[in-house]
């Protein structure tokens, strides 16, 4: 059910159109992370026809979302994923190109989700840097509450969702094309990726996953699909309300959330006792949320907290298990590769990518033993014929074939 936008006076307004410059400037953006897939590609062969008529359809109203391809992803953990068509990625870049500057004056400044500068890495030395402080550099005690909302993505309540939007873009977005973005943000939120999806894989890729997981689940008009643009950052929103109560009405210092994982550090663990309920009834009542039961963490800093892929103790900041088990894994498949072939130009591209996405992460920490010792140990052999490490053992390179002087020369006469 779709919300109604404005009133009948309302609606007798002229509506003020996106211009061709804006979904254009949107294609781009979103082309830059997404060029390769089919849809992409087939949108590509005219895209300029493709977007003067998606332009089109945007201002006078007939654009609906197309159908999503379903999957189930497993790393770093099982997760279900609904793929947008691409034109439909197009227009969630062109939405929240709009909305993002003025959402980022609503943010506090400690979420960390899908904000510049405020990724996984910043979220974690804010977390280490709150121990530090309320520690009194480690001399004083504090304690660490880290708190999971369940289900999360798949229990965002679409009407309360569309109803803080519709309040927050009426106060603060200055454009005269408000009426329209408005139109569209009730058209991607209230949109249902899970009919006529088309299921990528088998439907056995969803064993083991549980139903609080899955859209095919939610309760009525609830979930926004893992994958859009428009989920991360209006989950950012969703969750905002709750950023607030926590540091304006709790007046809580160190607090920190990335999506629904939200850590807080305080000195009293009585305190932090006492709080869980408070949380839990707030995120009940106003946002039709639940805390997860079995993901209450209530330790002193001391014991080290794992948050964002990390384990903080004082002092240090450790790799966490999972993700040196996911680089093993990653180094065994592609292991499995070079030994049944020579490799591709698209398999270095997929092998440098998923080696240096690791090596990304894993430099920021005290992790260069680690490393070496998972490169050089486990690695085929082979595929140093291909590539090299550069700065130490900080990232993959591939090798460049060196050409002779004479031929270099005798290349360059006939060209």
């Not at 227009?91 to 899908?114: G, M, R």
């Amino acid at each position: 059910m779709q919300l109604s936008l404005f009133s009948t006076s309302e609606t007798t307004e002229l509506k003020e159109g996106f211009t061709l410059e804006e979904v254009f400037e949107a294609y781009f953006s979103c082309r830059s992370n997404k060029r390769n897939t089919i849809n992409a590609l087939a949108f590509e062969l005219d895209y300029e026809s493709n977007l003067i008529q998606l332009c089109n359809e945007l201002n006078d109203g007939s654009y609906q979302p197309e159908k999503s391809i379903a999957f189930i992803v497993h790393k770093p953990v099982q997760r279900e994923i609904f793929a947008a068509d691409f034109r439909d990625r197009v227009v969630h870049h062109l939405i929240i190109n709009k909305l993002n500057p003025l959402f980022e004056k609503e943010f506090i400044k400690d979420s960390y989700a899908c904000r510049v500068g405020k990724g996984t890495h910043y979220g974690i030395s804010r977390a280490n840097k709150f121990i530090r402080q309320c520690s009194k550099n480690y001399i004083n005690d504090c304690h660490v509450l880290k708190l999971d909302v369940e289900g999360f993505f798949m229990h965002i309540n679409k009407e309360i969702l569309f109803s803080r939007l519709k309040s927050f873009i009426e106060k603060k977005y200055p454009y005269n094309d408000r009426e329209l973005v408005l139109e569209v943000c009730n058209k991607i939120i209230f949109n249902s990726p899970t009919e006529n999806c088309i299921i990528k894989g088998s439907s056995n890729n969803w064993k083991g996953l549980p139903k609080n997981k899955s859209l095919f689940h939610s309760p009525l008009n609830c979930g926004l699909p893992i994958g859009n643009l428009t989920s991360q950052i209006f989950a950012n929103f969703y969750m905002s309300a709750f950023d607030h109560f926590i540091k304006k009405k709790l007046g809580i210092r160190y607090y920190g959330r990335y999506v629904d994982d939200f850590i807080i550090v305080h000195p009293n663990k009585e305190y932090l006792k006492l709080l869980i309920p408070v949380l839990s009834i707030y995120l009940k009542d106003k946002l039709c949320l639940s805390l997860h039961p079995k993901k209450i963490y209530l330790q002193h800093y001391t014991k080290g907290v794992s948050f964002l892929g990390t384990i903080i103790k004082p002092n240090r900041i450790y790799i966490a298990n999972r993700t040196k088990g996911n680089f093993y894994r990653a180094i065994i498949k592609q292991n499995r590769i070079i030994e049944l072939r020579k490799p591709t130009k698209q398999d270095l591209k997929e092998f440098l990518n998923s080696m240096n996405s690791y090596l990304g992460i894993m430099i920021h920490y005290k992790t260069y033993h680690l490393r070496k010792r998972m490169l050089f140990k486990h690695l085929n052999g082979n595929w140093w014929n291909h590539v090299y490490l550069s700065g130490g053992v900080a990232k993959f390179v591939l090798k460049i074939k060196v050409i002779s002087s004479s031929k270099r020369k005798l290349r360059q006469f006939f060209l």
